[in-house]
């Protein structure tokens, strides 16, 4: 079992529709991070969070540390936001990072 | 202020060759992390870089190496290169000594055939 579960794999919307990606860890972490990846690949870091809630624009992150979950959502999603978000966890004592495998997300016209 | 510049963009090599990758860290960053991504997979840690010393390490076996130089810019050295080490390296720059405790600002990647 990965470390860092991310659901669903794949997930398409229409647009406008409100949209929600869900990941899971196992270790204890300081910080989790959203992160964008396009193809092509370059990845934009959305939000770093350690508690509670981050807004910016129409994307929301939330963490619940007791229950090791954090949800990213979307709201008024668009074509533009398709994409590849991964979550990714600091864990551990190596100084390393986890990363989920990613949700692939297609949002149509 | 500058991102993070990563060259080359793309690159071919054959098995048992050596290769360097190039990272240029984001203005005010110190520190220089770096991953592997295979296709379809989520980035791999491979090790971080902090005031120009390895302070964190993946999975990775030793033919991985790397270096941070005095402007904090940073270069991954893969010697013996196997079909697998094929993907695309990022590296990413924060600033502070704990990896993922800070912003991580990425670059575009490497990607590296090998065949």
């Known amino acids: 079992k990965n470390e860092v579960e991310q659901s669903p794999q794949n997930l398409t919307a229409q647009e406008g529709e409100f949209i929600t990606i869900n990941c899971s860890y196992s270790v204890g972490i300081s910080a989790l991070h959203w992160l964008q990846q396009h193809p092509g690949g370059g990845i934009v870091s959305l939000f770093m969070l350690s508690s509670g809630k981050k807004k910016h624009g129409r994307l929301i992150a939330t963490i619940n540390i007791q229950e090791k979950h954090s949800s990213l959502h979307i709201t008024a999603s668009h074509p533009r936001d398709s994409a590849v978000y991964i979550c990714a966890v600091r864990g551990g004592n190596n100084n390393d990072m986890r990363f989920g495998a990613g949700t692939r997300l297609t949002v149509k016209p | 202020e500058t991102g993070v510049t990563q060259s080359p963009t793309h690159l071919i090599k054959t098995r048992g060759q050596q290769v360097t990758l190039r990272c240029s860290s984001q203005s005010g960053h110190n520190t220089v992390s770096w991953y592997q991504q295979a296709l379809g997979q989520g980035p791999q840690f491979i090790f971080q870089y902090y005031r120009e010393e390895e302070n964190g390490r993946g999975n990775f076996p030793p033919r991985f190496s790397g270096l941070q130089f005095p402007n904090y810019s940073s270069e991954l050295n893969v010697n013996a290169l196997e079909l697998d080490d094929s993907a695309l390296y990022l590296c990413?720059?924060?600033?502070?000594?704990?990896?993922?405790?800070?912003?991580?600002?990425f670059g575009a990647g490497s990607r590296l055939t090998v065949l």
């Open positions: 990413a720059s924060s600033f502070g000594r704990r990896s993922g405790a800070n912003v991580l600002t």
